[in-house]
């Protein structure tokens, strides 16, 4: 007879060790966290239950938010000592730079590394994603955001509250365009217009195509990433957030 959930669980979960000694208290803290994320992953793991895994999901996010505030809070805790022994004003440094930097550093300790390579993971979407919808938020668009990877393959996508149903599959599409065509959509646009070198194109690859704004491919220096797509505002909208997220993506990484 086999091993219940139970019993799995707690087999796995034995092999997680965390070790909090000579750690300063943030860092003890921050271990727990990744010490409570691979729990929840672990009877996500062999949870039969939708409710439930649906649950935990939220939980995790959670603990994933939490993690991210405590870098920022730690960067920007390191950032004043540093200006208080330099002796300069903070009326010397913007407010926003300050931002960009703690944003900056938040992001590659969420993705896990200190620079991105070739692959776009996870971690470096849900961030995106995230950030987007901070900027959505305050323009008063709910949306749907999609991030893909370089081979238009969709890494994760969320919808926010009210957002219309048809968003998703546009948003979705719109990642998927900007990451296999290697262009925005609205540049697309233009070449897609009656006369144009691409007329026509949005009949292909199954009608995923999308030919207005919202979508932007996600480049480090001259390499592609992915492709980003927003939809659930006006074009001007969806194309004004896929261009922010476009610009935090390069702010991280730069």
Known sequence: MGDSMEEKVNSKNSDIKINVQNSTQIGRTYKELNFLKERITNVMEY???EAVSSFLAGALNEVG???IHMVETT?????SEAIDKAGISLNQITEDQISQAISKAAFKDTAGTRKITEKLTLSHAKF????I???AERLGVAAVIAVADKGARTIAVHAMNDSYIASFDIALNKAYTSAALKM???QLKTLSQPGGELYGIQHTNEGKIVIFGGG???YLKENLLGGLGVSGGTESQDAALAAYGKEKFKEAFS
């Open 47 to 49: 949870c039969g239950n």
């Open 65 to 67: 938010k939490a993690r």
């Open 75 to 79: 960067i920007k805790d390191a950032v």
């Open 128 to 131: 995106l994603i995230e950030e």
């Open 133 to 135: 919808e901070k900027e």
């Open 184 to 186: 925005s959509t609205m």
């Open 216 to 218: 932007e491919p996600l």
